[in-house]
């Protein structure tokens, strides 16, 4: 069984930082493909990033100050967010594709409150 643990959110102020952590832990899998996704209130959950192999993309409205990551030694995936505005603000999701054996899988994070208010 594979969970994913996410960290990392919290209040920050316009023009600041903060750098979300997705660890995965359990069955023996290789990460296929990551992403990071963010839901504000009263809206629909966004792409923010999303990183396979061979491509990454993102928001444009993150474009330059997002930057997504991994670190396969300790299978995690993070979100680097620097000049935060308010309208980041919204629960960020992280989703990983995971090869267990031959299948693939698909897991979401619990989600972490980010906040950008002065």
């Known amino acids: 069984q594979v969970q994913l643990v996410e960290s990392g959110g919290g209040l920050v102020q316009p023009g600041g930082s903060l750098r979300l952590s997705c660890a995965a832990s359990?069955?023996?899998?290789?990460?296929?493909?990551m992403g990071w996704y963010r839901q504000a209130p009263g809206k629909q959950r966004e792409l923010v990033a999303f990183r396979t192999s061979g491509n990454t993309n993102y928001a444009d409205s993150v474009k330059g100050r997002f930057t997504i990551s991994r670190d396969n030694a300790k299978n995690t995936v993070y979100l680097q967010m620097n000049a935060l505005k308010p309208e980041d603000t919204a629960v960020y999701y992280c989703?990983?594709?995971?090869?267990?054996?031959?299948?693939?899988?698909?897991?979401w994070g619990q989600g972490t409150q980010v906040t950008v208010s002065a």
């Open positions: 359990g069955s023996s899998f290789s990460i296929n493909a």
């Open positions: 989703y990983v594709r995971l090869l267990i054996g031959i299948s693939y899988s698909d897991y």
